[in-house]
């Protein structure tokens, strides 16, 4: 395994790292926040996401030979950031506990993996580029905040596929994080915690209006706006995700790290993309190795916990935008080549895809659960043909008994 291990790897799982927290710590802070939590406790919640996520993504990327990544629960932590007024620590934890025995079991029963199954290839491509497509655009929007920067990474971008397609995106970090630290992008480096912190557990307590409250609208977002368009990013690279088991191990981490700030855990879409995709290798039976990268690194940055975040926090928000843009605009394209391929589902397709740009939410529920809903009930009503007589009549007594006569003669 180790002999097949390339710096393009490395690569892609550090950029995934790199996008995964600096696109949503800040919600997490927020969360941590609205508990009232200690600094000793916002600290343990890190190191349990990061150790969360890297142990998982490693355990499925190495078991199934495949880019499996996994990711905390961007719009859980925004659910908690907003629902966990009023509510004490230890009960929080008890509605994490809550989500996690949902989790495993929706991992246990299978039934998930069956449902995930209905989903047409089209709708999936449209589902996965129209999650991606802002980050696609961010690249090009921040070219207004920070021109220079991101024209460097671009021309760094078009050079890589030039000649040396396989580090394209490794030259791209490279330059954007050299040009940005002579520039004096970097923020303040006195803002660098350097010190090491040891978990701290939470004893649970179980209230049942927190769990109905937080701990299931907690599953149901990770599975709507999660887990879907996770195994969605799979399929449009042409894996077969193992489902059932992801959602199982992400359930049973989720149980063993909630006492820890580990609230939930999921399959990653965004993030999952840049190890899935052409970038990571050209050899789709090796991507795994991104993947596994990734969780390597996540783990170190769990174990280096605040030194390793606030480094995050004071890069260029440009920098960020770019490399995520451009690591992911293979993905992008493909999704909608294969999405809007078929005459047959184009429709849906679109309608799915728009959907997905459009950000929409509705109770808690964010745009990618809405445009693959949108799109599975126009694709039925679409292909839904109404049943037309046969066209060719039964015969009637007449003719069935009446002989069959010899051709006349010719000539």
């Known amino acids: 395994m180790l002999s097949q291990l390339k710096l393009s790897h490395l690569a892609a799982g550090a950029i995934a790292v790199l996008v995964g927290y600096t696109s949503s710590v800040a ?4 969360a941590i926040e609205s508990l009232g939590a200690s600094q000793a406790q916002a600290n343990s919640w890190l190191m349990a996401l ?5 142990l998982t993504s490693l355990i499925l990327s190495l078991w199934f030979r495949m880019p499996v990544l996994t990711a905390w629960s961007t719009p859980g932590a925004a659910l908690l950031a907003i629902g966990l ?5 230890s009960q929080a934890v008890g509605a994490f506990l809550f989500c996690g025995l949902l989790l495993t079991l929706t991992g246990i029963s299978g039934w998930f993996e069956r449902l995930a ?14 999650i991606l497509f802002n980050f696609g655009l961010s690249a090009f929007l921040a070219l207004n905040t920070d021109t220079a920067l991101v024209a460097s990474m671009g021309l760094a971008f078009l050079a890589g596929r030039l000649w040396f397609a396989r580090y394209t995106m490794l030259g791209v970090l490279l330059v954007g ?15 660098l915690d350097t010190s090491l912190h040891m978990p701290e ?3 649970p307590s179980f209230s049942l209006p927190v769990m109905l409250g937080v701990g299931l609208p907690l599953y149901i977002v990770t599975m709507c706006s999660q887990n879907m368009p996770g195994v969605v990013t799979l399929r449009a690279a042409g894996y077969t995700p193992p489902v059932s088991a992801g959602l199982t191990v992400t359930g049973i981490a989720t149980l063993v790290l909630a006492p820890f700030g580990g609230f939930a ?3 990653a879409a965004i993030t999952a ?32 916990g605040a030194t390793v975040i606030s480094l995050f926090l004071i890069a260029p928000k440009a920098l960020i935008a770019g490399v995520a843009g451009l690591a992911l605009l293979s993905t992008i394209g493909n999704s909608l080549s294969q999405a809007l391929q078929g005459a047959d589902g184009r429709e849906a397709a679109l309608i799915t895809f728009m959907t997905a740009v459009s950000g929409i939410s509705f109770w808690g529920i964010g745009a990618a659960f809405w445009a693959l809903l949108f799109g599975l009930l126009v694709n039925s009503l679409l292909h839904r043909r109404p049943v037309q007589a046969p066209l060719t009549a039964q015969p009637t007594a007449q003719t069935a008994t009446q002989p069959h006569l010899p051709a006349p003669p010719t000539g």
């Open 85 to 89: 007024k009023d509510v004490s620590i």
């Open 177 to 191: 994080a050299l040009w940005a630290a002579a520039a004096g992008s970097f923020g303040d480096l006195a803002q």
């Open 50 to 54: 990061g150790l969360g996520m890297g």
């Open 117 to 130: 199954r209905l989903i047409p290839d089209s709708i999936a491509n449209a589902l996965l580029a129209g």
């Open 265 to 267: 855990f999921n399959f």
């Open 27 to 30: 919600i997490i802070f927020q």
């Open 201 to 203: 557990a939470v004893p």
């Open 273 to 304: 993309a840049i190890c899935a995709g052409p970038e990571a290798d050209d050899d789709p039976r090796t991507r795994y190795l991104a993947s596994a990268s990734a969780g390597v690194f996540y783990c170190l940055v769990g174990l280096g």
